[in-house]
């Protein structure tokens, strides 16, 4: 943390105004720019001081998605990652983190050694995020894990999201499941759903464009909006601020990822700002 308490972070220019800011507790995605315009959601209301996972950007979820015997959403959230490096190419610019396990994490209900290799990339309409987990232990493992991005969108109201059409979804808000029937989805109540085995493209449509969601590697959607009443219960997010932010969220949830000892497998989405043909 630097003198006013904030914690480091690590900034890329790319081409054409784009940017990305990593804040190195828990490796969390805090900015995207695109195209003059940020694309991430994060709370103003967010702790930045490394006292609460981040309410906003791409919190990254492993080795536990959501309660279980670990804290929710797991520990690699809320650990500070080390920055490996950046490095500039063609398109872009792109940096990477690595987690380890330690004394702490071996001594937690998930007491694996492993390695986490994360790597951001930006380009002028991309962002692409790439994690690769290695089992480095003696022993097979398996881990649940997710990147919760959370989208900003100018207004909830008016904000599609396709792609999801045929898939079955598990609703944890009420307790269902079911099968998704609309090709374009839109929210207007607290939603919490895991829609699994996502086949495709996923798109998030807004004012005329689309943050599009490919995934490489994961196989579930999460898609979450707190609304007006559970916005008021979280203390670090504003009781308005669910208007401007939509979680779609690309991960395996719904299954586990298992790993033998010396095995890797890397996993990550894209997203791309499309603007609509008219
Ligand atoms: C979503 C879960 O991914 O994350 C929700 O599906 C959860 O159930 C939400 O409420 C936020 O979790 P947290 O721990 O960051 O408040």
């Known amino acids: 943390n ?45 702790k930045l001081d490394g006292t609460k996972a981040i309410r906003g950007g791409i919190p990254l979820v492993f080795p536990q998605f959501g309660p279980g015997p670990l804290p929710q959403h797991g520990f690699a959230r809320t650990r500070p990652w080390s920055f490996v490096g950046a490095s500039e190419h063609g398109e872009g610019i792109s940096a990477t983190f690595e987690l380890h396990d330690n004394e702490e994490t071996r001594a937690s209900a998930w007491p694996f050694k492993f390695i986490l290799s994360y790597t951001v990339d930006v380009t002028a309409t991309t962002l692409s995020t790439i994690i690769k987990y290695e089992n480095t232990d003696t ?30 979804f598990a609703d944890k808000v009420k307790g269902i499941s079911a099968q998704e029937s609309r090709a374009e989805i839109t929210v207007a109540a ?69 790993l033998r000892p010396g095995q890797t497998v890397s996993c990550g989405q894209l997203l791309t700002v499309e603007k609509d043909a008219n």
């Open 2 to 46: 630097d003198a006013a308490g904030n914690l480091e972070r690590v900034v890329l220019s790319g081409p054409k105004g784009s940017s990305v800011e990593i804040h190195v507790y828990g490796a969390t995605v805090t900015s995207w720019k695109s195209q003059g315009h940020e694309r991430l959601f994060v709370s103003k209301q967010a």
């Open 139 to 168: 022993q097979e493992f398996d881990f649940t894990s997710l990147m919760h991005t959370y989208l900003r969108v100018p207004d909830i109201v008016h904000t599609t999201v396709t792609g999801l059409e045929s898939t079955i």
């Open 190 to 258: 607290n939603e919490d759903r895991v829609y699994e085995n996502v086949p495709g493209i996923v798109g998030v449509r807004c004012a005329g464009e689309t943050v599009s969601i490919r995934r490489f590697n994961f196989k579930d959607i999460v898609l979450w909006n707190p609304w007006a009443e559970k916005a008021r219960e979280m203390a670090d997010f504003g009781d308005d601020e669910y208007t401007q932010m939509i979680c779609v969220e690309a991960g395996t949830v719904a299954s586990k990822i298992s």
